[in-house]
Nanobody, 125 residues
Framework: QVQLVESGGGLVQAGGSLRLSCAAS????????MAWFRQAPGKEREFVAL????????NYADSVKGRFTISRDNAKNAVYLQMNSLEPEDTAVYYC??????????????????WGQGTQVTVSS
């Protein structure tokens, strides 16, 4: 089993930045595709970004492309999401997820096997 714990959320003004972290334990996630999803109140969970096991490929939702950057440190069993130029529309609970299938990658929540409990990000206008 893999446990994922997110941290780094909070309240920030529009235009500000936050860096989310996801710490994995129980098993190494170095061979897994890792992703971030988010869910706003009354909305479905949506894909934000993913990174392949070796960090060579990333994929972003159009809404965050150019503003968010996903990265990973396999030595630390951790994944990160740097969020810049935040907008009120980015307000949501952000979840870290792990897909034990290395390839192909997927932007569907159904493909992911392990999830964190989420961290709240609130962007004020």
């Amino acid at each position: 089993q893999v446990q994922l714990v997110e941290s780094g959320g909070g309240l920030v003004q529009a235009g500000g930045s936050l860096r989310l972290s996801c710490a994995a334990s129980g098993r190494t996630v170095s061979s897994y595709t890792m992703a971030w999803f988010r869910q706003a109140p009354g909305k479905e969970r949506e894909f934000v970004a993913l990174i392949t096991w070796n960090g060579r490929r990333t994929n972003y939702a159009d809404s965050v492309k150019g503003r968010f950057t996903i990265s990973r440190d396999n030595a630390k069993n951790a994944v990160y999401l740097q969020m810049n130029s935040l907008e009120p529309e980015d307000t949501a609970v952000y979840y870290c997820a792990a897909d034990t299938t290395a390839w192909p990658t997927s932007t569907s929540p159904d493909a992911y096997d392990y999830w964190g409990q989420g961290t709240q990000v609130t962007v004020s206008s």
